[in-house]
């Protein structure tokens, strides 16, 4: 019993991995197009792909 909640655990600690990991990259991607916002002016369309894109998931 105790090998089964084990495996629950380690399941857990992928998923709760996989949700950092998937932040990170929404949270880098942000920051990527609050930069380029920076440098070239205001581009809307492109953080409009991109938040369609990020939606998806």
């Known amino acids: 019993m ?3 909640s084990n ?3 380690k399941m ?3 998923v709760l991995h996989f949700r950092a ?3 990170s990259f ?3 991607i942000c920051l990527l197009a609050f930069l380029i916002n ?3 002016g205001p581009l ?3 953080f409009m792909h991109l938040t369609t894109k990020l ?3």
Do not use: R
């Open 2 to 4: 105790s090998h089964k």
């Open 7 to 9: 495996e629950h655990t």
């Open 12 to 14: 857990h600690y992928y």
């Open 21 to 23: 990991i998937q932040l």
């Open 26 to 28: 929404f949270l880098a």
């Open 38 to 40: 920076q440098l070239n």
């Open 44 to 46: 809307p369309t492109c």
């Open 55 to 57: 939606n998806v998931w």
